[in-house]
């Protein structure tokens, strides 16, 4: 299995402030990497396919990036919409399909 | 609008066979454009991918799930079931039904839209 770590687990911040989620692959997965935000008590939102492209409708304050194994998620200036838990999801390798175990995004 | 909606129940006793119905709306089952999936997140837990499947026929399931875990297609009725047998409490999660799509050679993907989710309590 590819495994999918993602750090931090907790990132506490402000509205306005420009923040960075990495995800990091046990193997290269090339750009095959996804980026999902849930709200509590809702379903997996699409953010980022292929590392770095926007999903339709996604601001354009999130920017995805990285290759290989390691990737970030960064959010320019935070909405008070944003604060969610982000997990990424490689797709290079089907058996099986992975997550990271998620980062939680807090208000300070 | 492609939609997707879980249902089926709520409780499932021990050793039983789980059985969830995914109805989608706004595309059809009856192409290979896309893949369909079960994922599945304990109470305050990740997410677990559980399996996919073609319209094809192709499917794959988690090998963490050893065996028990069936998915298959009701074209005629545009939905999509899965099937978990002999579950345990630890087959306690909110089920979400996804639609892949494929961007690779091999046919990976990633999961977009997802429904709502429904969740299955295993207790006796």
């Known amino acids: 299995d590819v495994q999918m770590t993602q750090s931090p687990t907790t990132l506490s911040a402000s509205v306005g402030d420009r923040v960075t989620l990495t995800c990091r692959a046990s193997?290269?997965?090339?750009?095959?990497l996804a980026w999902y935000q849930q709200r509590p008590g809702k379903a997996p939102k699409l953010l980022i396919y292929?590392?770095?492209t926007l999903e339709s409708g996604v601001p354009s304050r999130f920017i995805g990036s990285g290759s290989g194994t390691e990737f970030t998620l960064t959010i320019s200036s935070l909405q008070p919409d944003d604060f969610a838990t982000y997990y990424c999801?490689?797709?290079?390798?089907?058996?099986?399909?992975?997550f990271g175990q998620g980062t939680r995004l807090e208000m300070k | 609008q492609v939609q997707l909606q879980e249902s089926g129940p709520g409780l499932v006793k021990p050793s039983e066979t789980l059985s969830l119905i995914c109805d989608v709306s706004?595309?059809?089952?009856?192409?290979?454009?896309?893949?369909w999936s079960w994922v599945r997140q304990p109470p305050g837990e990740g997410l677990e991918w559980i399996g996919y499947?073609?319209?094809?026929?192709?499917?794959y399931y988690n090998p963490s799930l050893k065996s028990r875990a069936s998915i298959s297609l009701d074209p005629s009725k545009n939905r999509f079931t899965l099937m978990l047998t002999s579950v345990t409490a630890a087959d306690t999660a909110v089920y979400y039904c996804?639609?892949?799509?494929?961007?690779?050679?091999?046919?990976?993907?990633?999961?977009?839209?997802w429904g709502p989710g429904t969740l299955v309590t295993v207790s006796s």
């Open positions: 996804a639609r892949g799509i494929p961007e690779t050679i091999s046919l990976t993907g990633y999961f977009d839209p």
């Open positions: 706004g595309v059809s089952l009856r192409s290979d454009d896309y893949f």
């Open positions: 499947v073609f319209y094809s026929g192709g499917t």
């Open positions: 193997q290269s997965i090339y750009g095959w």
């Open positions: 292929q590392a770095s």
């Open positions: 999801q490689q797709y290079n390798d089907y058996s099986p399909y992975t």
